[in-house]
């Protein structure tokens, strides 16, 4: 693997954790994921930018001391200000093998937040790029194994401000997705009345990639419509990334205060900062989060060892 981390070579060995066994394989994901942790944090501290652990990273955090046993990414959020900074100077910063892509160098993905990525490897998502591969598009952007960068946007303290550009964000973002199922990840429909109709509408969308364009045009609609949540003086803050969960409001807008203090975590052998309300915050995203239940991995292919750009050229192993 191509990483810069020491980590122990014991690290790697299969173990069960909470009654769920982590292969020698998935232990080898993480420590990629583990190496690009302390890149991110070693530039993030030459420049000064703060970065918390966010989502199931910060459960896995407070609950784990480590990985969620079940889990295979981590997530990581900062203050909008600090996000726009990184992405300025990823380009300069990160050295091969790691690679940060975010909606202002990549046009291809519909996704409003950045990824750092090592680009020696390849980690492949059973709903979206899988079936890019299936469908043969040869797409260029990164599918080596990541970690997810969110941007805490600002969000106006008068609900009739903010609601009116939710609401016109999720319906962008609704439409993008719909395009994307259409055009790249298409199953037949599961109803046999739905099936010619759903059939029509995927082949209408190669022609002159319609539907690669269109999803694309929806995608800048909706990018445009969160860039206006800026109000830097606000009282609350949100990883905007939910804006099609119906529950939005109530479980991802959080007081930008939480975020005045900050506590360091043991993450495996990494050391990581969170909010220093963060039971607060683990509470009002997932309730009763002491208790788990096991769940299951977000990729479907892994490979620590090769990169995806020898799979764009040779095609994924049979049953991906």
Request: glycine content about 6%.
């Amino acid at each position: 693997m191509n990483i810069k981390l020491d980590i122990p070579e014991s690290f790697y060995a299969g173990e069960e954790r909470c009654g769920y066994y982590v292969s020698p394989e998935m232990k080898k994901v993480w420590a990629v994921e583990l190496d690009m942790i302390a890149e991110f944090a070693r530039i993030c501290d030459k420049y000064s930018l703060r970065w918390w652990v966010e989502g199931g990273t910060l459960l896995g955090a407070a609950r784990h001391k480590g990985f969620i046993p079940w889990d295979d990414d981590v997530d990581i959020v900062m203050m909008r200000k600090d996000y726009e900074k990184l992405c300025e100077i990823s380009g300069s910063e990160f050295q091969h093998p790691y690679h940060l892509r975010s909606p202002y160098n990549d046009k291809e993905r519909i996704q409003e937040f950045a990824k750092l990525h090592n680009e020696d490897t390849t980690m492949i998502d059973g709903i979206s790029s899988a079936a890019l591969f299936r469908n043969g598009r040869k797409f260029g952007y990164s599918q080596g194994i990541w970690i997810d960068i969110f941007p805490l946007y600002d969000i106006p303290d008068n609900d009739e401000e903010f609601m009116p550009v939710l609401r016109k964000a999720r319906r962008y973002k609704e439409t993008a997705g719909l395009l994307y199922t259409i055009a790249f990840a298409y199953t037949p429909a599961s109803t046999k009345w739905k099936r010619p109709f759903k059939a029509a509408l995927h082949f209408m969308s190669g022609f002159a990639d319609i539907g690669a364009r269109y999803m694309m045009k929806c995608f800048a609609k909706y990018f445009e419509t969160i860039n206006l949540l800026n109000s830097p003086d606000s009282k609350y803050v949100a990883n905007i990334s939910p804006t099609t969960s119906h529950d939005f409001w109530k479980k991802f807008r959080v007081p930008r205060s939480f975020f005045d203090e900050t506590v360091y975590m043991t993450f495996e052998m990494l050391t990581v900062p969170a909010p220093s309300c963060y039971e607060t915050i683990l509470t009002q995203y997932y309730g009763e989060w002491q208790k788990y239940v096991i769940g299951h991995l977000h990729s479907t292919f892994y490979d620590t060892e090769r990169s995806y750009k020898y799979y764009i050229e040779h095609g994924l192993p049979e049953g991906v």
